[in-house]
């Protein structure tokens, strides 16, 4: 049988908020709640985390062995290299890449993405080598930032793994696949359409378009922020993004404390990469 695999990337290194995968976040490690959401998706068959072979990152792994999630190890810089090692490590014939600074990653956005992929979903019939619920600037994006997902088939990301050459596509693990895409319409939630290099291309869309909200976890305000969405939620933990969303339409002042932050584009890389390893 396929196997989908979601593969949760993490580090302690984060440049803007060093530690921020294990900070506490009502209660708990933040990277805790990114494993317990992205477990709620019924598409994955296993869940795993990549980390490092960093000593730094130490504590990553010994945190996801705590929780009993496999984990696997690798390249500090080149992230589609740990990421396709991950995937050939659990025999991933569809893998979904989740970062670890999304505490609010929603289940029914993974499983839609996934479906996009393998062509089981009410929105598409077809099949796509790549799909996700956004796409980084200069594309367009429909969702907050912070439930970004993105699937791909494994024979795109061994192709991307063995042509990419920059250290962009490296580092970002998929801009491979993407770059140079135009899409069109498909449906109403669904835009299509072929990459330079040949792969199936699918994007989630929704309406009305929430593109401009910041829901991730990289610096010390966008941390501030999430503590604030998780003191309303009141403990509660099957919630979706729209009681997320809610909770910012009716607390507009919260969108305020992370409102100057910079979102990073596609191209840009980690200057502490002196070389990839």
């Known amino acids: 049988?396929?196997?989908?695999?979601a593969i949760i990337q993490a580090r302690m290194g984060s440049s803007r908020l060093p530690g921020k995968v294990l900070l506490e976040l009502a209660g708990e490690p933040m990277i805790q709640h990114v494993i317990e959401r992205t477990l709620r998706a019924r598409s994955l068959d296993s869940v795993a985390i990549a980390t490092t072979t960093d000593p730094a990152d130490d504590p990553v792994a010994a945190f996801a062995v705590s929780?009993?999630?496999?984990?696997?190890?690798?390249?500090?810089?080149?992230?589609?290299?740990?990421?396709?090692?991950?995937?050939?490590?659990?025999?991933?014939?569809?893998?979904?890449?989740?970062?670890?600074?999304?505490?609010?990653?929603?289940?029914?956005?993974?499983?839609?993405?996934?479906?996009l992929v393998v062509g089981s979903s009410t929105l598409s019939a077809q099949h796509s080598d790549f799909a996700c619920n956004r796409l980084p600037p200069p594309f367009s994006r429909s969702f907050p930032i912070g439930l970004d997902v993105e699937a791909c088939t494994f024979a795109a990301l061994e192709r991307a793994w063995k042509e990419s050459t920059e250290t962009f596509h490296r580092e970002h693990v998929m801009p491979f696949l993407y770059e140079g895409v135009s899409l069109a319409p498909e449906t109403s939630r669904v835009t299509r359409g072929t990459s330079p290099r040949g792969f199936q291309i699918a994007q989630l869309h929704h309406t009305p378009p929430h593109g401009d909200l910041r829901w991730t976890v990289d610096t010390p305000e966008d941390l501030a922020f999430i503590r604030e969405i998780f003191a309303r939620l009141n403990g509660k933990t099957d919630f979706t993004w729209y009681d997320v969303l809610e909770i910012v339409q009716q607390n507009p002042e919260l969108a305020e404390i992370n409102a100057g932050v910079r979102h990073k584009t596609m191209t840009e890389i980690d200057h502490r990469a002196s070389s990839r390893s």
Do not use: F, N, W
């Not at 049988?1 to 695999?5: D, G, L």
């Not at 009993?68 to 569809?94: E, I, N």
């Open 1 to 5: 049988m396929p196997k989908t695999v």
């Open 67 to 115: 929780m009993g999630v496999a984990c696997t190890r690798g390249s500090l810089h080149d992230v589609l290299d740990r990421y396709y090692q991950a995937a050939k490590t659990h025999s991933a014939d569809t893998i979904v890449r989740i970062t670890a600074d999304c505490p609010l990653i929603d289940p029914d956005i993974i499983d839609e993405t996934v479906r």
